[in-house]
């Protein structure tokens, strides 16, 4: 069963970058009908996906943080990691690493693995 | 973007009731629509994908139907670990959405 785990930053300083690592383990990241994800979560809020990457390199990001986001995938490491620049308290949130199941024709498989958050603190 | 609106915000209930969900898209979505339960502190678990199929793992109380805008999660018998909130997902387009919540208490 595949396991993701998110690496903790903790505090960023306001308009410094966040950046965070997704350790993949019991499962190839290269594995095929899989994209990785990050999404987060505002204390007491709900859920917002940031973006996500294929083992090819792909990558699709929402356009509210487009502007300010990276990810990239390192598939010697089976990871992928998220930057996130020019931070203000309006990011602080739980930031989930996840799984995403696409499979041929446009068949969805639902987010069916999470990592178990990491808390980013935005705050001088 | 596509919209999702879940309803009830919050509901009551009882050990052993049945309870319904509901989420609507703002557009059509097929049948690509997923359903989460997230408890406190904990990162949300997959309960139904593609509409109406059952998470390898879930127990067979939950269910989902609809398809193309509207969408209802049921919970046929409410356990105390279903005491949480739930979340439903488009994934139909990239960015996905996911609806406001449902808060589920006893």
């Known amino acids: 069963q595949v396991q993701l785990q998110e690496s903790d930053p903790g505090l960023v300083k306001p308009s410094q970058t966040l950046s965070l690592t997704c350790t993949v383990s019991?499962?190839?990241?290269?594995?095929?009908?899989?994209?990785w994800s990050w999404i987060r979560q505002p204390a007491g809020k709900g859920l917002e996906c940031i973006g996500r990457i294929y083992s090819s390199g792909n990558t699709y990001y929402n356009p509210s943080l487009k502007s300010r986001v990276t990810i990239s995938i390192d598939t010697s490491k089976n990871q992928f990691s998220l930057e996130l620049t020019s931070v203000t308290a309006a990011d602080t949130a739980v930031y989930y690493c996840?799984?995403?199941?696409?499979?041929?024709?446009?068949?969805?498989?639902?987010?069916?693995?999470w990592g178990q958050g990491s808390l980013v603190t935005v705050s001088s | 973007d596509i919209q999702m609106t879940q309803s009830p915000s919050s509901v009551s209930a009882s050990i052993g009731d049945r309870v319904t969900i509901t989420c609507r898209a703002s557009?059509?979505?097929?049948?690509?629509l997923a359903w989460y339960r997230q408890k406190p502190g904990k990162a949300p678990e997959l309960l139904i994908y593609a509409a109406s199929s059952l998470q390898s793992g879930v127990p067979s109380r939950f269910s989902g139907s609809g398809s193309g805008t509207d969408f209802t999660l049921t919970i046929s018998s409410l356990q105390p670990e279903d005491f949480a909130t739930y979340y439903c997902q488009q994934g139909d387009s990239f960015p996905y959405i996911f609806g406001q919540g449902t808060k589920l208490e006893i």
């Open positions: 557009q059509g979505i097929g049948s690509w």
């Open positions: 019991g499962g190839s990241i290269t594995s095929g009908s899989y994209y």
């Open positions: 996840a799984r995403d199941h696409r499979g041929d024709g446009g068949w969805y498989g639902g987010i069916d693995s």
